[in-house]
Structure formats: structure tokens, C-alpha cells
């Protein structure tokens, strides 16, 4: 026995059931449907370029200039993890690009899951954002982009899966000192 004869509300019928099921699968693979915590990633606001400051930084790096002070204002509580440092360099020798993105994923699922369905500002450095999202889309090299001051990357967190949702925001920033890197 042969199917009835494709009619033109027959095909509709079946797209629609098609683009129904895509869209289903797609929203659960976003995580659209489901709780989820939100890590806002911040790279760190500009930093004071004058070889005395670059001097005196010493391992914590340089203080913040001027205009990054102005970026750094925001009224939140800090608490301070040492994992989120920035890609570690002594001389010639740098930190394996693979050890990178493994202290940045684990230190964000323990924040993630620290605070389950819940938005999180965590402020690192561009090449450990770099390295981290580069590990979630699956690029090389970790640093694929260059995350301008203050610049903000949304990622969620739910079930162990991680979802880009936004990256080197830099809307919020004024006309003015838009992007500094």
C-alpha cells in the first residue's frame, strides 16, 4: 500500500513537525529551557602602561590607570581565587596551553556549581578567557581573540555543559573609553 499522494497541507504539516523537533532539540542544546547559572566573565579594566607601574607590579602586574579605574567601578562582593590568574609566563617559558583551559574550566564549573541557578561576575584576564572559551567552542589556538578592558563574555552553566551566549561585550562601556586592550 502506498502513502497517500504529498498534498501541499500534508507537506506543511510535515515541515512544520520538522522544524518543531529541530527547534526542541536546539533550545535543549542552548539550555533555553532549562535553570542555569550565568558566569558573566569581565576581563580586568585597563591597566597603567609606565614603566615605574610595569616596575613596581611585580607578579600581580601592574595597578589600574586612570581609565581603568574608571572601568573598575562597580559595587560587588569579591572574593579572590588564585585560578583564575592569567596565563602564567617566567622568561621564555609560558604555561601549556592545555593546562590553561584545564584550571579555567575547573575553576568555573566549581564556581557554576557553587552557585546553582544564579548570575555570577567572574573577573580574569583575556588570554585565561580566551583559553577558556577556545576550550568550549573547540579552537586553537587558546588565544583566538583578544578580549578588549572591562569587556564582558556570557557564559551558562548547567549539567556539566557549557553555552556560549555572548563574547568581548563592550556596549557598556562609554563612547569615550570604549575599547582599550
Do not use: C
Not at 97 to 123: F, G, K, M, N
Not at 162 to 168: I, K, R
Request: net charge negative.
Amino acid at each position: 500500500m502506498q502513502p497517500p499522494a504529498p498534498t501541499p497541507e500534508r507537506t506543511l504539516e510535515y515541515d512544520t513537525n520538522i522544524l518543531h523537533a529541530a527547534r526542541s532539540q536546539l533550545r535543549e542544546e542552548l539550555l533555553i529551557d532549562k535553570p542555569w547559572t550565568e558566569v558573566i566573565l569581565v576581563r580586568h579594566a585597563q591597566q597603567s602602561f609606565l614603566d615605574a607601574d610595569l616596575a613596581a607590579g611585580g607578579a600581580a602586574g601592574p595597578p589600574l590607570s586612570a581609565l581603568g579605574e574608571r572601568e573598575a567601578q562597580a559595587p560587588l562582593t569579591v572574593a579572590t581565587r588564585a585560578d583564575l590568574r592569567e596565563v602564567e609566563m617566567h622568561g621564555d617559558v609560558t604555561e601549556d596551553s592545555a593546562a590553561v583551559r584545564t584550571r579555567l574550566t575547573e575553576a568555573l564549573t566549581t564556581i557554576a556549581a557553587d552557585h546553582p541557578d544564579q548570575t555570577v561576575v567572574a573577573v580574569s584576564h583575556g588570554g585565561a578567557i580566551s583559553a577558556f572559551i577556545a576550550s568550549l567552542l573547540g579552537v586553537e589556538p587558546s588565544m583566538f581573540f583578544f578580549a578588549a578592558h572591562a569587556s564582558i563574555t556570557r557564559v551558562r552553566h548547567h549539567g556539566g555543559r557549557w553555552v556560549v551566549q555572548s563574547l568581548n561585550e563592550t556596549g557598556h562601556l562609554p563612547a569615550g573609553d570604549l575599547v582599550s586592550h
